[in-house]
C-alpha cells in the first residue's frame, strides 16, 4: 500500500485528496462520499452555498460515509456565516484556499478540526506554516480553477523547502499514477486531484460540462483574469488569483477589460440564465491543463484506485533500470 506519514495524519488509506469542485453547479456530495470511501479524502465545496445548505450537505455526506473529509472554503469571497457553519459542524479536515488568515486556523483546531492550507507560492506557505496550519498543498499554474503562475514541478520542492516538517501534498496537472509517484518524488506526500475527478460518474457538473472537459486539449486553456470581474470581490488577506478556463468565444474579453467592465451586467445575466438551464459550459469551463490526458469518464472509486495501484507500481520500477 502507499501510505505516506500525510495518510496517518488525516487518517486517510491512499495519499489523495480531492480538490473541491465548487461552482454554479450542485457540490457533488456523491463524489465526495465515493472518495472518502474509496480510502482517499473526499471534499465539500461551499462556494455560492448559503451556511444553512453547507450545514444539510455536511449532513447528508455524513449519511453517506463515516470516512474522513475535508470541508472546503476560500477567500473569494470569504463568507463568516459560512465558514461558522463549517466550524460548527466540526468536520475532520477544514480545507482552505485563495487566501489565508490565522484566525481561521484557531477557530477549526477549537472545533477539532484539521487545517489544510492551499498556496500557489513558497511565501505564502511559509505564512500559513507559522499561521499554525497542518497541512499545505501546493498548488501548480496548471491546476484548474483559481491559481497563480508558477508550475507543479517549480513550486513543490520550494514549498517542501520552506515548510519542513510541515507535510505537503502536490496539486495542479495530476491525473494518473505517474503523477501522482512524481509528486511523492518531488517530496510531497500525497497528490490533491481537482479536474480528474469532474470527469467522474458521481460529479454532479453537467453532461454537457464532463464533455468539454474530455475534448480539451491542454495548451487550449489559459487563466483568464477578465472572469474575476464576475464574480465576487475577493476578501482581506487574498491571494491574487484566476481562474484556468477551456478557451472558447467567451475568452475574446481577455485583455479588453474596460469594454468587459461597461457590458458586465448583461454578461452577468447571461451568465445567471446558463446557470438555470445547466448550459454553463457554453461559457466557461473550468479546468486544469491535465484535461488534455482526461478521455474517459469512471467511478471515482475507480480513479482513486487506479492512481494508487500506477503509482506503486511506478515507484517499484524505478529503482530496476
Ligand atoms: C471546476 C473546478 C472548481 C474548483 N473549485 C474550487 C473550490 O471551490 N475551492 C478550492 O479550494 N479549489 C477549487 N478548485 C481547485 C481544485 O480543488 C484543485 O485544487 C485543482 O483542480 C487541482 O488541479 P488539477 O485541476 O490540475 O487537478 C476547483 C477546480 C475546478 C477544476
Not at 447528508?60 to 463568516?80: G, I, Q, S, W, Y
Not at 510531497?188 to 470527469?199: D, E
Request: net charge negative; charged share 20%; proline share 7%.
Amino acid at each position: 500500500m502507499l501510505l505516506t506519514p500525510l495518510c496517518s495524519l488525516l487518517d486517510i488509506n491512499v495519499p489523495i485528496v480531492q480538490g473541491a469542485l465548487g461552482g454554479p453547479w450542485p457540490p457533488s456530495i456523491p463524489l465526495a462520499a465515493a472518495v472518502s470511501e474509496a480510502g482517499a479524502l473526499g471534499s465539500l465545496p461551499t462556494a455560492l452555498r448559503s451556511a444553512e445548505q453547507v450545514g444539510e450537505d455536511i449532513a447528508a455526506l455524513r449519511r453517506l460515509t463515516d470516512r474522513p473529509f475535508a470541508v472546503n472554503h476560500t477567500m473569494k469571497p470569504f463568507v463568516e456565516d459560512v465558514f461558522a457553519e463549517i466550524v460548527r459542524a466540526a468536520p475532520p479536515v477544514v480545507s482552505f484556499a485563495l487566501g489565508f488568515s490565522p484566525d481561521l486556523v484557531k477557530r477549526a483546531h477549537d472545533a477539532g478540526s484539521l487545517f489544510v492550507q492551499q498556496v500557489h507560492s513558497a511565501a505564502q506557505a511559509a505564512e500559513a506554516a507559522d499561521g499554525g496550519v497542518d497541512v499545505i498543498i501546493a498548488q501548480g499554474g496548471e491546476a484548474g480553477g483559481f491559481g497563480g503562475a508558477p508550475s507543479t514541478m517549480v513550486l513543490v520542492p520550494q514549498v517542501v523547502d520552506a515548510v519542513a516538517p510541515l507535510p505537503v501534498v502536490a496539486a495542479g496537472g495530476i491525473a494518473d499514477g505517474r503523477a501522482l509517484a512524481a509528486a511523492l518524488a518531488l517530496g510531497a506526500q500525497g497528490a490533491n486531484v481537482g479536474s480528474r475527478f469532474i470527469a467522474s460518474e458521481e460529479a454532479e457538473l453537467s453532461n454537457g460540462y464532463k464533455a468539454c472537459v474530455l475534448a480539451a486539449r491542454s495548451d487550449e486553456t489559459l487563466r483568464a483574469d477578465f472572469i474575476n470581474h464576475l464574480v465576487p470581490p475577493s476578501s482581506e488577506g487574498a491571494y491574487p488569483a484566476a481562474p484556468r478556463v477551456v478557451q472558447n468565444a467567451f475568452e475574446e474579453w481577455q485583455g479588453r477589460d474596460n469594454e468587459f467592465q461597461a457590458m458586465r451586467d448583461k454578461i452577468a445575466d447571461r451568465m445567471r440564465a446558463a446557470m438555470r438551464d445547466g448550459t454553463v459550459h457554453e461559457l466557461m469551463v473550468i479546468t486544469g491543463e491535465v484535461a488534455g490526458s482526461i478521455d474517459e469518464i469512471l467511478p471515482a472509486g475507480d480513479i482513486v484506485r487506479r492512481m494508487a495501484t500506477e503509482a506503486e507500481a511506478v515507484l517499484r520500477g524505478l529503482g530496476r533500470t
